[in-house]
């Protein structure tokens, strides 16, 4: 029996708590650690997590370390201005950790965490799944076998609905360092991992070229008396964009209530692009648009090299395209098990095995690079903001 840890009961943390019985192994969370106990209690149980009936319950973090020194495992999905500073803190433990990204938002909050971690003996996965999803791993074994020679350049793209992003708590960038952090962090992860290289030196831009404006950051949609004209109300949510059953179903919108989007409090942008420079000479360049909808939504990459092109696309589709040969080889993956394109499902085979064998996970802070990723975001977002390039630097 594996004895499990909450700190935070976020939605990603309390869905891979959910998931740490899919490979067999028995679990129970038997202490949790959260700010609003009401809430955690609602997100456990709407995620179907094995709690044990004697749950320890705590909302102090000082005393969950205090009485909680013989778990197995520690899943981490506090708000994500708060993940270095409680990694840290519970480095000492000993206790594997399961720590959700962003793992810092700020330079100095990545350097605490790198400090902390480099030497230490207590192993941090790192939330990461994309860059261990099946189509993912598949490419990795298509660039192993040859057929494109070395990766030289990746383009990668992702156009998503923003609807989370500037309708609820994200839209605040003091508590999640905006969109490289939230979203790129992943897709540059992937593409690092990819192109077998580590960040040199980053340039960036990023804007606010629809969701923002001159309301209240403190308005809500169903306080608000434009129903009818505002483009992004519920009211035209259901009625001119066809989402949701009603009106009222519309309101009640994913992780609280519906902000407005037209508020001069918004400091996060909805389209960014950088450029990543690799130490081996590769180039990374990767695009986020957050105003499209519907059919225009994708995500997915080209990868180049000398002898070929691969392009990936997350619906499950790979192309092979030979610049030696007039050759194309199409993949189509099965559909994928489980959430982020079936990477969640491996980051749960990861955790179980180090908290069993000790075995360090392949997105590990220090062991899998993982701090990379979030080093390479953070340079973006501050090349982006003082519009100049930036070397990546840690330790």
Known sequence: MLNIGIVGCGLQATTIAGYLNIYGDDYEVVAVMDADLDFADARITEKKVVVSSDCRRYNDLNDFIAN???????????????????????????????????????????????????????PVQISLPMRLCPLVEEVKTIIKSGKIGSVEQVVGYEDTCGEVYFSTWFRDIEKTGGMFMQKAVHDIDYMLYLAGSNPEEVCA??????????????????????????????????????????????MKYRYGKRMCRFSKGIKVDDINACIIELENGAQISHTQNFLVRHQANRRGARLYGHCGTIEMDFSGKIKIMSHMRNQLEEIKMPPPQLSHYGGDKELV??????M???????????????????????CARESADQREFVKTRIG
């Open 68 to 122: 909680e020194n013989k778990l197995d495992g520690i899943i981490v999905g506090t708000p994500c201005s708060l993940h270095t500073e409680i990694a840290c803190k519970l480095e000492k433990t000993g206790t594997p950790l399961y720590l959700e990204k962003p793992v810092a938002i700020t330079l100095e909050q990545l350097e605490k965490l790198y400090s902390t971690f480099k030497d230490s003996q207590t």
């Open 205 to 250: 831009m990023r804007a606010q070229r629809v969701f923002h404006g001159n309301k209240p950051f403190d308005l809500s949609c169903d306080q608000c008396n434009e129903q009818k004209a505002c483009p992004e109300s519920p009211y035209n949510f259901f009625h001119k964009r066809c989402e949701a059953d009603s009106v009222a179903a519309a």
């Open 349 to 354: 085979y990861d955790f179980l095995e180090t």
């Open 356 to 378: 069993k064998t000790g075995k360090r996970s392949r997105t590990d802070l220090i062991d899998g690079n993982a701090i990379y990723s979030t080093l390479a975001c953070l």
